[in-house]
């Protein structure tokens, strides 16, 4: 069951989304869903080193330019992090503020600016006693100092949006 938690990133899912630790979140998933045209949602896996929190209320994100998910977000606004791990279940819910804004080194990227709007974290229930979440989402991952993770992280390094 979720439950709002408040209109921004709590310090613990803060620290989790800031990039500070990339070698311990390296290889698990983050779904990610935008609203599409016929307003139903479009999922897509982010890894952590395309997501990035600048503070309790922003967000970076680098994703191919031409996907789908890029024009739903440049066309509709809003989109749903989900954050689903064994100490954590948590949505994030996000409010386009910039871009795509163009990736100079690669301009088959693209850089959004994103406001948290509401985190929800799910807890289990009392009848549910014992369920519980025993892995992330994984894939095996890029190497942190591949040619890929580096721009990536250096496209969103810093909170940037048109003046």
């Known amino acids: 069951m979720s439950r709002v938690v408040g209109p921004s990133l709590p310090a613990p899912l803060r620290a989790r989304l800031s990039q500070a630790d990339l070698a311990s979140v390296a290889g698990v998933a983050l779904p990610f869903a935008t609203v599409d045209g016929d ?3 479009h999922p897509m896996l982010l890894s952590y080193l395309e ?3 600048y503070d309790a209320a922003t967000v970076g994100l680098v994703i191919h330019a031409g996907s789908d998910s890029a024009r739903n977000l440049a066309g509709r606004d809003v989109a749903t992090l989900s954050v689903i791990e064994p100490d ?3 949505y994030v819910k996000l409010r386009r503020i910039d871009g795509p804004l163009a ?12 406001a948290v709007e509401e985190v929800r974290e799910d807890t289990t229930p009392p009848e549910e006693a014992g ?3 025993v892995s992330a989402p994984r894939y095996a991952p890029a190497e942190l100092d591949s040619a890929w993770a580096r721009l990536t992280l250096r496209a969103v390094s810093q909170p940037r949006a048109r003046a």
């Not at 990736?103 to 994103?114: C, M, Q």
């Open 103 to 114: 990736v100079v080194e690669d301009p088959r990227l693209a850089y959004f600016l994103l």
């Open 131 to 133: 369920a519980r979440i």
């Open 88 to 90: 954590v279940v948590a």
């Open 39 to 41: 307003g139903r949602p």
């Open 51 to 53: 997501v990035r929190a």
